[in-house]
């Protein structure tokens, strides 16, 4: 009888993509199950807004002028607003602008800011200097006031939204991303990169940034919920998305005049939906960043 | 470094600050979409009387030259006048500014005083229910937008109960407001012994209050419960324990250390808490600053946008300063600088 060699399971391959992926969510649940909560959140609301067409009851922008201002019922589940209109199927579409506004004005985000912070701790000294410090000139006012007159100068229109969030953000990831080049600017990995004659666009993109982009990475659930707050802030104002559009700031707006009058159902409902994704997207950046950020998770 | 010394040359700091900010917003109002013009002059008004406005107004002039003239007048202290009330907007931000310091204290001050008691007792037992529930309440705080409570807050205590007074204001349209000392009806009503009218004002600020209490309690909270965690594993707690104090004498020796990091981020998180304040008097037609900016940026009102914008500045950097002189009270050894 030959002789077996007991096999162990061992790992002699590094994960795949995929298996890294699969691994940080298994350490995510584990970590942080309400993370996980607010990434069903989020996956719930991308259905929705993915799904429109086939969920939503009625058309979102179509008005029954014979039924205005009715209370919630079964053919109108959250009720008609004041152009009677569905609110329910309002409410569903209204998804489409949540993640049609914080995905393009994260990444926008990222793309500005994470080049930004590389460069600035980096290479340091005056260009550094002069960046953080017009960086902290911006914390000054308050991100609502700022977004708000910055889109009321430049012109209102959904995209002009999307690019104002993208660039106001971008100090968030390019302070981040500063930070932790500082701490590996003088690592040997980079040293030996420069003393084996690197350009520095390659030392930056190429050596850095996979190093230094995990807390930028960390950020981008938070400040998405950010960005749906702040432009349905900006649309409630009446700036940026204009009414009759179904997006939930505008809808907030229409029914706010009815509030006092007792039609409550025009804007709770919009706002409740406002509240979930948001709170949703808050949930799982908190567990993004407990995961990415090793003292965060000991301080637990 | 003396206390006169850091108060002058924080003085001195102030001044590019305030150029700076002064140049962009003046830049960002003119070189933007909004005109003011088109407003001011109507639907039907003709070509002549366009350029008749815009020469009143000095919009015909280079830009360089408009901002000279700008920033001449705002170092006398003149802000110039709203170009749609024609109303000097210096006045206007200083009748209303202490309107809005009323809120903003009142809702900023309540919610300390919840955020961080909260926070701190969830510190002690990290990852206990306590802390569970406090950490899914702040994060719900993160995410309800001010207005729509503020909205909701109305119909619930207003329309269904009947309990608050209607958000028309600071004060009943029934009560005529006291003599004006301070500014703030509560403060005026109470000084001259015009109890009608300050609890009139007193009814109508507890929602607005509430609504920013609410809001402000939900990042102190998170931020002290994170601080405390930190001061809990330093040698001095440590210290503390391994004398063999008791529980409670630990806790003061935490909350003492806390209270500068604690009272740093309240500071700068009332800058942020202004953009909260704006949205709450907007929802309440309370009147103050905040709406009078809003309502400015909407309108395209540059003259009020900009006196809005230096007062906010102004007021940004005045409440690190006050934050830096309070933690060298409580903290000696802290350096001004």
Not at chain 1, 7 to 28: E, K, M
Not at chain 1, 161 to 168: D, E, P, Q, T
């Amino acid at each position: 009888m030959a002789k077996t060699t007991p096999t162990y399971p061992t790992q002699t391959q590094p994960f795949s993509a995929r298996q890294r992926v699969s691994n940080r969510l298994i350490g995510l649940f584990r970590i942080s199950p309400t993370a996980v909560i607010g990434l069903l959140i989020i996956l719930f609301f991308g259905v929705l807004a993915l799904f429109s067409p086939w969920i939503m009851p009625h058309d979102p922008v179509s008005s029954y002028t014979d039924r205005v201002l009715q209370a919630p019922s079964a053919e109108h589940w959250f009720g008609t607003d004041g152009n009677g209109m569905d609110v329910f199927s309002r409410v569903i579409y209204g998804a489409k602008y949540g993640f049609g506004i914080a995905i393009p004005a994260v990444l926008l985000s990222l793309i500005i800011g994470v080049p930004v912070g590389l460069i600035a701790g980096y290479r340091g000294g005056l260009l550094d200097e002069v960046l953080m410090r017009f960086f902290d000139g911006l914390r000054v006012f308050p991100s609502i006031i700022l977004a708000l007159a910055v889109v009321a100068a430049t012109g209102q229109s959904l995209l002009n939204v999307v690019l104002v969030l993208g660039v106001l953000d971008s100090p968030v990831f390019a302070r981040v991303v500063r930070a932790e080049v500082l701490a590996l600017r003088s690592s040997n990995f980079v040293e030996s990169a420069v003393a084996a004659g690197n350009p520095t666009w390659r030392i930056l993109f190429v050596h850095l940034l996979p190093n230094a982009i995990q807390g930028a990475m960390a950020q981008t659930a938070v400040r998405a919920a950010w960005a749906v707050r702040i432009s349905a802030t900006l649309a409630f104002l009446g700036v940026g998305v204009q009414a009759p559009t179904p997006e939930w700031g505008a809808m907030i707006r229409q029914g706010a005049e009815f509030m006092v009058s007792g039609q409550w159902w025009v804007a709770l409902y919009p706002g409740l939906a406002l509240i979930c994704m948001v709170f949703g997207l808050n949930l799982f950046g908190d567990g993004l960043q407990d995961l990415m950020d090793p003292r965060r998770r000991a301080a637990k | 470094m003396t206390l006169q010394r850091f108060l002058l040359r924080r003085a001195l700091m102030v001044i590019p600050l305030m150029i700076g900010v002064v140049f962009i917003t003046f830049m960002l109002v003119r070189v933007g979409g909004l005109d003011p013009v088109g407003r001011l002059a109507g639907p039907t008004a003709t070509q002549a009387e366009f350029d008749s406005i815009r020469e009143n107004l000095g919009l015909d002039r280079p830009l360089w030259e408009q901002f000279g003239i700008y920033l001449g007048n705002v170092v006398r202290g003149d802000l110039g006048e709203s170009w749609l009330s024609n109303r000097p907007v210096l006045t206007d931000i200083k009748e209303r500014a202490i309107i809005s310091l009323e809120l903003l204290a009142l809702g900023v001050g309540i919610g300390t005083l919840i955020g961080v008691p909260v926070g701190l007792r969830a510190a002690f037992r990290p990852n206990g229910r306590f802390d569970q529930l406090t950490r899914i309440l702040s994060l719900l705080g993160f995410s309800i937008p001010t207005y729509w409570l503020g909205l909701v807050m109305i119909f619930v205590f207003f329309y269904l109960l009947g309990w608050a007074p209607p958000a028309i204001g600071r004060m009943s349209l029934l009560v005529s407001p006291p003599d004006t000392i301070t500014g703030s009806y509560l403060i005026d009503g109470l000084l001259t012994a015009n109890w009608q009218a300050a609890w009139s004002a007193a009814t109508q600020l507890v929602l607005p209050v509430i609504c920013l209490a609410i809001v402000s309690a939900a990042p102190i909270l998170k931020q002290t419960r994170a601080i405390a965690i930190e001061v809990l594993a330093s040698d001095t707690v440590r210290y503390a324990h391994a004398c063999g104090l008791p529980e409670h004498i630990v806790r003061r020796v935490v909350l003492r250390n806390s209270a500068v990091p604690v009272l740093t981020f309240v500071g700068t998180e009332v800058t942020g808490l202004v953009g909260t304040m704006s949205l709450i008097e907007y929802v309440f037609a309370w009147g103050g600053l905040g709406q009078y900016g809003l309502n400015a940026i909407i309108s395209g009102d540059f003259t009020a946008v900009q006196g809005y914008v230096l007062a906010l500045a102004l007021f940004s950097v005045l409440v690190f300063i006050a934050i830096d002189i309070v933690v060298h009270l409580i903290e000696p050894r802290s350096e001004l600088s």
